[in-house]
């Protein structure tokens, strides 16, 4: 779902920038005051190399397209919010600036779907349920992560002149494809965070201390 | 950390059969579909280093795969100097 340049009309294009930088720019300075866990750092690197590789992979989706995992949700619910945010944009940012996917011009909408609204959502997600069973709200906030950067996608490119403003086409085939993708990607996030927290119980402890 | 090492060396290997069984079935992003549906071109003003994920001269599954190893290397580096800059 990443943007290619000349999809998105200038003021959406400005506006998602603005609102990327701005939350990139918080989580910095909040992680900044807070500081990171020393322990966690090499986390963070694999984390994100291993979710660019996933990214990477296209689910076939029986009726004709194919869809890849977003990663938001498994990134918020190991490492909160504000490092799931930087860990999403580093993966997008390399993906544009190395492979040309996603456009320069679209670069801020893309960081701003994925890294921000999925990783807010996906996190929302998996706090409202994580008290309740940890494995359902893993589930969760895969499928919620995947879903609202598409959705968010589907609004940015259906208010756009050059998709005719045709918001009530874009929204709902980016969601009903990445409904069923979700429901992929909240499997493989349930389980890996099932399997993580198992043989890594401390992985989920620094939730507690941010909070 | 060896564990998780081991969870994105198999992702990498997973990359090139999946640019495979995509390629089997013809499908493409719902993003690609609603373009083509509506007419809409793409207008890239910035290819990037290995375009697409290929790299020139190589097939596509071999520049696949060489894009998984590139791309997860520079974003682990990446993502581990940010969180070093951070962790003062």
Same mark, same amino acid.
């Given at each position: ?14 506006? !998602? ?7 990139l ?6 992680? @900044? @005051?807070r ?16 979710i ?6 296209? +689910? ?22 504000l ?5 999403l ?6 993906? !544009? ?34 008290s ?10 895969? +499928?919620?992560?995947a ?22 086409? &874009? ?5 009903? +494809? ?10 493989? &996030?349930?389980?890996?965070? &099932?399997?993580?927290? @198992? ?9 507690? @201390?941010?909070? | ?12 290997i ?11 079935v ?26 697409d994920?290929?790299v020139s001269?190589?097939?596509p ?6 894009s ?6 520079v974003?682990?580096?990446?993502a ?9």
């Amino acid at each position: 779902m990443h943007i290619p340049d000349g999809f998105l009309d200038l003021p959406i294009s400005a506006l !998602t920038y603005g609102l990327a930088a701005v939350s990139l720019g918080s989580a910095v300075h909040l992680l @900044k @005051k807070r500081g990171i866990n020393e322990s966690r750092i090499p986390l963070f690197g694999v984390l994100a190399a291993a979710i660019f590789a996933a990214q990477m992979l296209n +689910w076939p989706i029986p009726g004709g397209t194919s869809a890849h995992f977003v990663g938001a949700g498994i990134a918020a619910v190991l490492l909160g919010p504000l490092q799931a945010m930087l860990v999403l944009a580093s993966v997008i940012a390399v993906q !544009t600036l190395v492979f040309g996917d996603g456009g320069l011009t679209a670069l801020g909408a893309n960081i701003f779907n994925m890294g921000v609204i999925g990783v807010l959502v996906a996190y929302l997600a998996y706090i409202f349920l994580e008290s309740r069973s940890r494995s359902v709200g893993a589930f969760l906030a895969g +499928w919620f992560g995947a879903v609202s950067a598409a959705v968010a996608c589907g609004i940015e490119i259906g208010l756009s002149s050059i998709f005719a403003y045709n918001i009530f086409v &874009t929204v709902p085939v980016m969601f009903a +494809w990445h409904a069923l993708l979700g429901v992929v990607e909240g499997f493989a &996030t349930a389980a890996a965070v &099932t399997f993580l927290t @198992k043989s890594i119980p401390e992985l989920l402890t620094h939730e507690v @201390k941010a909070s | 950390m060896k564990r998780a090492l081991t969870v994105v060396g198999i992702l990498i290997i997973l990359t090139p059969i999946f640019a495979y069984a995509a390629e089997l079935v013809g499908y493409s992003e719902p993003l690609e579909n609603i373009a083509a549906n509506l007419g809409v071109g793409e207008n890239p003003i910035y290819k990037g280093i290995l375009p697409d994920y290929t790299v020139s001269g190589l097939d596509p599954y071999t520049g696949t795969l060489i894009s998984a190893i590139v791309g997860s290397v520079v974003v682990f580096l990446v993502a581990f100097g940010i969180s070093r800059l951070l962790g003062r």
